[in-house]
T-cell receptor, first 112, second 116 residues
Framework: GEDVEQSLFLSVREGDSSVINCTYTDSSSTYLYWYKQEPGAGLQLLTY?????DMKQDQRLTVLLNKKDKHLSLRIADTQTGDSAIYFC????????????FGTGTRLLVSP | ETGVTQTPRHLVMGMTNKKSLKCEQH?????MYWYKQSAKKPLELMFV???????ENNSVPSRFSPECPNSSHLFLHLHTLQPEDSALYLC???????????????FGSGTRLTVV
């Protein structure tokens, strides 16, 4: 497909793990990113993964990459209410100059 | 504050008005971007400037007119907008368009635009 695809909503209980999924479009994309957007704010870079890796862990965040299926996921362990935000997946496409293409964002709601 | 400042934070304008959005960064970045964020849609790249030169116009209607007088400032001039142009307009910057991957983009907080 043409678009980076994400589900729109995810609701979890505090303390549970959250898994946010993304399907990207270009198998030649070199880097894939996760950004977080809190209410009233811009996007903040959370983490990224290079396309020759299949996993990256950074504290409570684990990124899994399946290049064959062009599938990316973000797992947040021990989810807290402060993790409630919109999470965007983005791919860095090699089209002339390198640009980021974003998905729709997944709104994560963490309830106490 | 992320280092990218957008003003105003909120803007309500009529369809016949002319207004401008401003973006400013003092991060030493040379590439600046305008994105449009609408509900339930992917973030849409509108314009890219690299070292003050426009490198991409993503089929944006001419009622949106960007201006980049220097590497630190980016404007989006608006005129005769439509209600469907109501959205959050985000500015971002990066070292340059070929910038290192772990740098990513730095985003501003956006301007919430409502066209009435």
């Amino acid at each position: 497909g043409e678009d980076v695809e994400q589900s729109l909503f995810l609701s979890v209980r505090e303390g549970d793990s959250s898994v946010i999924n993304c399907t990207y479009t270009d198998s030649s994309s070199t880097y894939l990113y996760w950004y977080k957007q809190e209410p009233g704010a811009g996007l903040q870079l959370l983490t990224y993964i290079f396309s020759n890796m299949d996993m990256k862990q950074d504290q409570r965040l684990t990124v899994l990459l399946n290049k064959k299926d062009k599938h990316l996921s973000l797992r947040i362990a021990d989810t807290q209410t402060g993790d409630s935000a919109i999470y965007f997946c983005a791919e860095r496409k090699n089209t002339g100059f390198q640009k980021l293409v974003f998905g729709t964002g997944t709104r994560l709601l963490v309830s106490p | 504050e992320t280092g990218v400042t957008q003003t105003p934070r909120h803007l309500v304008m009529g369809m016949t008005n002319k207004k401008s959005l401003k973006c400013e960064q003092h991060l030493g970045h040379n590439a600046m971007y305008w994105y449009k964020q609408s509900a339930k849609k992917p973030l849409e790249l509108m314009f890219v400037y690299n070292f003050k030169e426009q490198t991409e116009n993503n089929s944006v209607p001419s009622r949106f007119s960007p201006e980049c007088p220097n590497s630190s400032h980016l404007f989006l001039h608006l005129h005769t907008l439509q209600p469907e142009d109501s959205a959050l307009y985000l500015c971002a910057s990066s070292l340059n368009v070929q910038g290192p991957a772990n740098y990513g983009y730095t985003f501003g907080s956006g301007t919430r635009l409502t066209v009435v």
